[in-house]
């Protein structure tokens, strides 16, 4: 198992639960959460069937699956940003974290979606480390719903790099944010840095594999994926 390693850049940071980086599971979006498995009808006669055969995108795996891999990072701290008069005003109750407005023309003049007010970069307290040859992908909140900010999508080689600067873009259309601490704030996927090469195949060729996958499917009424196609080993 390959380990991802985060430590404090700071020697006056006080890590504890809430803020530490921790598995993406922990922060469902809460629609998700209250989402049931099944379609309800109401009608008792069919809840066998319904159980079998009605499932949610709750019960998707490559929606369900998002959450299973990645790491949360979460807000160290309040975090307070004000704009006025096209002027930006940032605080925190600390100054253990610090934030950098990234000019206008660096991103945003070019950037086609009109909702951007602003970005920042955000000298985050924590850095991070993972083996030779693994590299950490940054990942904007998924299924949030989150009208008013968001993080960049981006690549990180920590094998090399391990200082974390995540960019947060501003969409509100209120002049004043507050962002709460623990609250989380974007993702990290490690993934492992190889080169790869396309190949298509004829028909013929993918027929027996198709065969197989379909038949794992196509025999079950519910749990097909987990239990016929991902089965533990």
């Known amino acids: 198992m390959e380990v991802i390693k985060f430590g404090p ?7 504890f639960d809430e803020i530490l ?14 989402m049931p498995n099944h379609m309800t009808n109401g009608d008792p006669n069919t809840e066998l069937l319904r159980q079998l055969d009605s499932s949610t995108v709750k019960r998707c795996p490559s929606f369900r699956d998002i959450y299973k891999y990645g790491i949360v990072i979460p807000a ?3 975090i307070y940003i004000n704009i006025t008069h096209n002027e930006w005003e940032w605080r925190t109750p600390s100054n253990i974290i610090e934030l950098e407005y990234h000019s206008d023309f660096q991103f945003k003049d070019y950037y086609p979606d009109k909702r951007i007010k602003g970005v920042f970069k ?3 307290p924590l850095m991070a480390i993972t083996p030779p040859g693994w590299s950490i992908m940054q990942i904007p909140l998924l299924w949030h719903h989150n009208p008013d900010w968001y993080f960049a999508w981006g690549i990180l080689d920590s094998d090399q790099y391990h ?5 947060l873009i501003i969409t509100s259309e209120e002049r004043e944010l507050l962002i709460r601490q623990g609250e989380p704030l974007f993702y990290y996927y490690p993934i492992k840095r190889e080169e790869w090469k396309i190949e298509m195949l004829e028909h013929e060729d993918v027929l027996a594999k198709l065969k197989e996958t379909r038949w794992k ?9 987990y239990k016929n196609i991902r089965r533990k080993k």
Do not use: M
Not at 163 to 167: F, I, K, S, T
């Open 217 to 225: 499917l196509n025999t079950r009424f519910a749990g097909r994926y």
């Open 21 to 34: 980086p921790q598995p993406a599971s922990n922060h469902p979006p809460k629609w998700l959460k209250e």
């Open 9 to 15: 850049v700071r020697d006056d940071f006080v890590g």
């Open 122 to 124: 955000i000298k985050y």
């Open 76 to 78: 160290p701290c309040d």
């Open 163 to 167: 200082d974390l600067n995540p960019q």
